[in-house]
């Protein structure tokens, strides 16, 4: 009698991760966009470096344990300097320019709306260094982007000029800084961190955040912290749902997908992140901000 062998069934754990990839975008979009409100919540009762050094300490605290755990493959000492690398951009000089930023008194609307050129100036750098295509919607994506913008900062800068003071133009610098410091960690991520281990990587980069933020907190501030409900619950609320839970995804979306198509999701948080900061803190954008909101938005 001959012998029939059954079809092999499809491997159940490869529907997880095609699944996770298909919501990634839709989570991230949603769990990004609370990362300014927590965070001005969290600048509120501490100063910016000593905040993101309990924050990144925490997530390590959570990670470590999760990586021995998981056992994933060691990383040669080339990945972990990448790591760092990747880390000291995308954590603290991305985290640390907006904290700063919205602790100074900038809106939470208007920062998210800054940061958000990056998909813009990511797709114009990714094509030069990583040889994606730059089409000439990228370069009108990447004008209407500054016009969108320059509406939206517009009054900053008038205040600022009114005031003949750097209380608002600081926190201008500062979060552009930070747009900056997120788009060449994301090209970086890219370019040399794409093989490695999700949660080892995760690891050495908040390492490598750590590396800075802990100077810069005993060297410029007073490390002193309001216990506030709003603080404790905004650094919980960052540590899991953010630096774990929306990095975890980027950093997923990042691998799995093109760049300049991954970061044309952050087109989509000021339009979250405005309607979350009007809910919690009444903040509103004036005619020529919304209108500037809008042009970015068509940037996409």
């Known amino acids: 009698m001959p012998h029939f062998k059954a079809p092999e069934a499809e491997p ?5 991760p095609d699944m996770l990839i298909r919501i990634a975008p839709v989570l991230f979009v949603l769990m990004w966009s609370t990362g300014f409100i927590g965070t001005k919540l969290g600048a509120s009762g501490a100063e910016p470096f000593t905040f993101l050094t309990m924050r990144f300490a925490l997530v390590l605290a959570i990670l470590a344990p999760l990586g021995l755990w998981l056992a994933g493959p060691r990383l040669t000492n080339a990945q972990r300097g990448h790591a760092m690398a990747v880390g000291l951009l995308m954590h603290a ?17 208007v920062s998210a709306l800054i940061v958000s050129l990056q998909p813009i100036l990511t797709a114009v750098l990714a094509g030069l260094l990583l040889r994606e295509q730059i089409t000439r919607t990228h370069w009108l994506g990447l004008a209407l982007g500054l016009i969108g913008t320059g509406m939206v900062i517009t009054p900053k800068l008038a205040a600022a000029q009114s005031l003949g003071s750097s209380a608002e133009l600081g926190p201008l610098i500062a979060v552009t800084l930070a747009l900056f410091a997120i788009t060449a960690g994301t090209i970086y991520q890219k370019r040399f ?17 750590l590396a800075v933020v802990i100077p810069l907190a005993l060297m410029v501030e007073t ?40 970061t044309g999701l ?4 000021p339009g979250v992140t405005a309607v979350m900061s009007y809910v919690m803190f009444g903040e509103q954008l004036t005619r020529l ?8 938005t068509v940037a996409v």
Not at 93 to 109: E, F, K, Q
């Open 12 to 16: 159940p754990t490869k529907a997880a």
């Open 223 to 262: 490390r002193h912290v309001d216990w506030t409900p709003g603080v404790v619950g905004a650094l919980i609320w960052l540590v899991f749902v953010l630096s774990i839970g929306a990095t975890g995804l980027l950093m997923l979306l990042i691998r799995e997908k093109a760049v300049s198509s991954t």
């Open 266 to 269: 952050f087109y989509l948080v």
């Open 289 to 296: 901000q919304l209108a500037g909101l809008g042009v970015v």
């Open 193 to 209: 961190t794409t093989g490695i281990d999700l949660v080892s990587g995760a690891i050495w980069q908040y390492v490598g955040g």
């Open 93 to 109: 000089s991305y985290l640390g320019g907006v904290m700063w930023a919205l602790r100074h008194g900038m809106a939470s609307n």
